[in-house]
């Protein structure tokens, strides 16, 4: 044994295992992240951009651990120090960044959450905070969630708290044994694969470390095979490596590109970015893609700012969404530019010089680091516990904040309850609802008016909606994976079977699905004609059409008066013209001819517009949303559900 341990330690006594195609790799995971974050619609798989990244970080992490295991130069302290100066200054950043803009441009309860979520991310269970919020559904949505992406972290961190210890205790209580470990690592691989694609939750699948391992794991068995020798892949002809490196590279663009919103993730889908991921690795820096695309000076550049580039985006494009909901392509791509300059100037002047000084010994600083994300940790809590800091006068500190204050926040009007098993918010809990409101956020901007209709007709109505989801599939048309909306789909079908509820009312931004998902948006209808509640005599299912609405229709949802002066204009003429598409018009025609023989259809148009032109500037928030304020006084269409 001592005699295979002389010479791996040879085999390894490397002084740099720093690969530049590896480098190059990791901005083949994060560019198409970025993109489907920003244009989903470009790159629909983009997201598995972060499995890519597990698989990296399991391979490179897990090299060190086991060289150090075989020359006994492995110490607990140096990996954690090593750890904590290569995340925490940038992670500092972003939390401080997230906490204090959040201050000027959020009301109270979005301020709450994001002080929650730096709380969690400062502690790294940030993915533990998404798993319970996912059983919400009047949660926020994905783009109001700055510090969403930090799950991945989370779960990194988590498995690095956990692994190395695991590692050298096996190591030594085995007295050394490589064959041991292996099965150690093969065993925690398996049965983390096992569970991600047995458990029956999309959720827990979702945010659970024990699902996510395995993509790490992975890495790591790569890494096992590399290290210990058990499998000289550099030795592979290099005809062979040729057709891995074209191989693997093709997988991960068949994931990027080809995926479909049916496919559970993570699940057996994932097994095609990770396959391509390893075999690109196997492939070693000399094999054709390794060399050219990866290993390409702008590639290796992209791949060294990645972590940094990773960290910034997406509070960049959430706070972008919340300044501007119908930010079109232009205001994206320049926030992703603002992303790539922000992180060079990080990369150049706070990571690279924090992980290289000698000022400080590494103990000094991690413990200085720490103090740092201690007191992101503090802020954000007490901005929770404060509810948001609401003694804030937001309409003074940010402009648009009149006009943004001008939505619905369903936690101030509706109460929230459990019904057979599903999350709901309802009108009154003291009696059953006889109404239940499906849909997305165009059934819950309604909330406000179904109250006071539930109070003046003494009924009581159920609200059942998430955000940006066709609720009857399941599916959202800008995160197909999101969990939360799979969730409301199944909670819904536990609903329907309650004949309690007299009166089903759907809402749906429907053009945005049949522009986005077509096929969805066609499964959507055939679902809803296949419902067994139109054979009960004294149950009624209505179902509310489009108003005139485009992406981009207003150029901003927020100061329209002070920005852009042409709507007033326009408006003093008797109102701005319809959208230029007439993708509203025709999803309602198709609405209507799926369900006019099964439904009520209620017709929206002709009260909010009127002679082909629309009064934007008193009853639009933005460019497919109404205001509340139009809607309690104006939403006449809706009263006829209290009709019985």
């Known amino acids: 044994m001592s005699n295979l341990l002389s010479n791996l330690i040879q085999r ?152 190395p210890i695991a590692c050298i205790v096996l190591w030594k209580l ?47 068995v790569l890494a096992y095979i590399e290290v210990f020798a058990i499998f000289e892949v550099r030795k592979i002809n290099s005809s062979i490596r040729f057709v891995m490196s074209i191989l693997g590279f093709i997988l991960i663009l068949v994931a990027f590109f080809l995926y479909k919103p049916e496919f559970r993730t993570p699940g057996w889908i994932s097994l095609t970015p990770i396959l391509g991921t390893v075999l690109l690795i196997a492939s070693y820096e000399d094999a054709f893609v390794n060399r050219t695309l990866l290993s390409w000076k702008v590639m290796t550049f992209i791949g060294l700012i990645s972590y940094s580039l990773y960290l910034w985006h997406w509070p960049f494009l959430s706070y972008l969404s919340f300044i501007n909901p119908s930010a079109g392509n232009t205001e994206k791509f320049l926030v992703l530019l603002l992303s790539f300059i922000v ?77 057979n098993g599903a999350d709901v918010y309802v009108t009154d809990k003291n009696s059953f609802p006889e109404i239940l409101f499906i849909g997305d956020s165009h059934s819950y901007q309604y909330t406000t008016r179904v109250k006071s209709l539930a109070n003046q007709f003494g009924k009581t109505a159920a609200f059942l909606t998430q955000s940006d989801c066709l609720i009857t599939t399941g599916y959202s048309a800008r995160s197909h994976y999101d969990p939360v909306c799979r969730k409301a789909s199944q909670d819904l079908k536990l609903l329907l079977g309650d004949s309690r509820f007299k009166h089903i009312v759907v809402a749906q931004y429907w053009s945005n699905y049949l522009n986005k998902v077509p096929n969805l948006f066609d499964k959507a209808l055939g679902i809803m004609q296949s419902w067994d509640v139109y054979e009960q005599l004294d149950r009624r299912v209505f179902v509310v059409l489009d108003y005139p609405c485009q992406q981009g229709y207003l150029l901003n949802s927020f100061d329209i008066n002070r920005l852009f002066p042409q709507a007033l204009n326009e408006q003093s003429r008797g109102g701005v013209p319809y959208p230029k598409s007439d993708m509203w018009k025709v999803a309602n025609q198709r609405v209507q001819n799926a369900l006019k023989d099964k ?46």
């Open 12 to 163: 390894n006594n490397k002084k740099h295992f720093w690969r530049t195609d590896i480098t190059g790799l990791r901005a083949l995971a994060v560019l198409p992240v970025l993109i489907f974050h920003a244009f989903p619609e470009f790159c629909p798989g983009g997201f598995f951009g972060v499995d890519i990244f597990f698989v990296i970080s399991g391979y490179l992490i897990s090299g060190i651990i086991f060289r150090g295991m075989i020359d006994k130069s492995f110490s607990y302290v140096d990996f954690y120090i090593k750890r904590i100066r290569r995340i925490i200054p940038n992670l500092v950043l972003v939390l401080v960044a997230v906490l204090a803009f959040g201050y000027w441009v959020l009301f109270s309860f979005e301020y709450s959450t994001v002080g929650a979520h730096s709380f969690s991310s400062a502690f790294f269970i940030q993915n533990f905070k998404l798993l319970k919020e996912a059983d919400d559904y009047f949660a926020l949505d994905a783009h109001a969630r700055p510090l969403l992406h930090l799950w991945s972290l989370s779960i990194e961190e988590q498995f690095y708290i956990i692994f």
């Open 174 to 220: 085995s007295r050394q044994s490589i064959s041991i470990l292996g099965k150690f690592i093969g065993i925690v691989v398996i049965s983390s694969f096992i569970a991600c694609v047995s458990i029956p939750s999309s959720s827990l699948a979702f945010y659970l470390p024990l699902t996510r391992f395995w993509e790490l794991g992975v890495g790591i």
């Open 343 to 419: 992180a060079t100037l990080i990369y150049r002047y706070v990571e690279n010089p924090l992980r290289r000084t000698k000022s400080f010994s590494g103990g000094k600083l991690a413990t200085v680091l720490m103090v740092c994300l201690a007191v992101c940790a503090g802020w954000g809590l007490a901005v929770r516990t404060s509810q948001g800091v609401p003694n804030r006068n937001i309409n003074k500190i940010y402009p648009f904040a009149e006009n943004r204050a001008d939505f619905v926040n369903p936690w101030d009007v509706l109460i929230k309850e459990k019904i």
């Open 599 to 644: 439904a009520i259809i209620l017709e929206t148009e002709s009260y909010v517009c009127q002679n082909n032109k629309c009064d934007v500037l008193n009853e639009y928030r933005d460019d497919h949303h109404l205001r509340s304020s139009f809607l309690q006084k104006d939403g006449v269409w809706i009263d006829r559900v209290f009709d019985f």
